[in-house]
C-alpha cells in the first residue's frame, strides 16, 4: 500500500520550459489536492479536485493548470515555469472533507 | 484576517523530555483544528484532528488540547524520542464561506540525545 505517490522528485527546468508532476493515490479517496511549500509560508492550495471529474482552483492557482485524469491521478502542469514557482510541490488525498490530507513525499522544483 | 500562529519558533531539547507547541488563531468560524508532523524531505503526516467541542486528544505520547473560548491549542509530547525531530505544523478548518485550510509556519523540534 504505497499511499500518494508523486513523480518526479526532483527537477531543475530553465525559465520558459513545461513540465507535469504526477500524483498518484491508491487509498480510493475522492478528493485531491496540489500544494507548494515556500520557506518562511504556510502550505498554499494551488488546485484541487472534490471528486472525480472536478476540480476548482485555491489561493495561488496562476500559472498552473490541472488534470484529474481519473480517481487514482491528478496532475499539476507548468505551461512557462518562471523562477517564482521554484518550490516543493506537494499532492495530498483524502476521503472526505474533514478527514485527514493524506500527502507525498514531494517534488523539489527548481526553476533557473 | 484569519490567521494561524505558532509558537516557539523553534525548540532544542534533551531525549527523554517532554514539550509543548503552542497555537493561536483567529480563524472563525472553523469547523477543526488539525497537528501534523513534517520531517525534513517528507509529507506533512497527520497526528490530531479536533473539533470545537473536543478538549483534548491523544496519538501515542502526543497530546492535543484545543480551548475554543480563547483559540488556543497545545501540542504536548511526552518522553521525547530523536525521531520526534521534525517540524510540527498547526492547522485550522476555516467554516466560513470558500471553506479552507489555514497553515501556520511550523515549530521546528529538535531532540538531541
Known amino acids: 500500500n504505497a499511499g500518494v505517490t508523486q513523480t518526479p522528485k526532483f527537477q531543475v527546468l530553465k525559465t520558459g520550459q513545461s513540465m507535469t508532476l504526477q500524483c498518484a493515490q491508491d487509498m480510493n479517496h475522492n478528493s485531491m489536492y496540489w500544494y507548494r511549500q515556500d520557506p518562511g509560508m504556510g502550505l498554499r492550495l494551488i488546485y484541487y479536485?472534490?471528486?472525480?471529474?472536478?476540480?476548482d482552483k485555491g489561493e495561488v492557482p496562476n500559472g498552473y493548470n490541472v488534470s484529474r485524469l481519473n480517481k487514482r491521478e491528478f496532475s499539476l502542469r507548468l505551461e512557462s515555469a518562471a523562477p517564482s514557482q521554484t518550490s516543493v510541490y506537494f499532492c495530498?488525498?483524502?476521503?472526505?472533507?474533514?478527514?485527514?490530507?493524506?500527502f507525498g513525499n514531494g517534488t523539489r522544483l527548481t526553476v533557473t | 484576517k484569519n490567521q494561524v500562529e505558532q509558537s516557539p519558533q523553534s525548540l532544542i531539547i534533551l531525549e527523554g523530555k517532554n514539550c509543548t507547541l503552542q497555537?493561536?488563531?483567529?480563524?472563525?468560524?472553523?469547523?477543526?483544528l488539525r497537528w501534523y508532523k513534517q520531517d525534513t524531505g517528507r509529507g506533512p503526516v497527520s497526528l490530531t484532528i479536533m473539533t470545537f467541542s473536543e478538549n483534548t486528544k491523544s496519538n501515542g505520547r502526543y497530546t492535543a488540547t484545543l480551548d475554543a473560548d480563547t483559540k488556543q491549542s497545545s501540542l504536548h509530547i511526552t518522553a521525547s524520542q530523536l525521531s520526534d525531530s521534525a517540524s510540527y505544523i498547526c492547522?485550522?478548518?476555516?467554516?466560513?464561506?470558500?471553506?479552507?485550510?489555514?497553515w501556520g509556519l511550523g515549530t521546528s523540534l529538535a531532540v538531541n540525545p
Open positions: 479536485s472534490a471528486s472525480e471529474g472536478t476540480t
Open positions: 495530498a488525498s483524502r476521503t472526505e472533507s474533514g478527514s485527514p490530507l493524506h
Open positions: 492547522v485550522v478548518d476555516y467554516a466560513g464561506n470558500n471553506r479552507k485550510l489555514i
Open positions: 497555537c493561536n488563531y483567529t480563524v472563525s468560524p472553523f469547523s477543526n
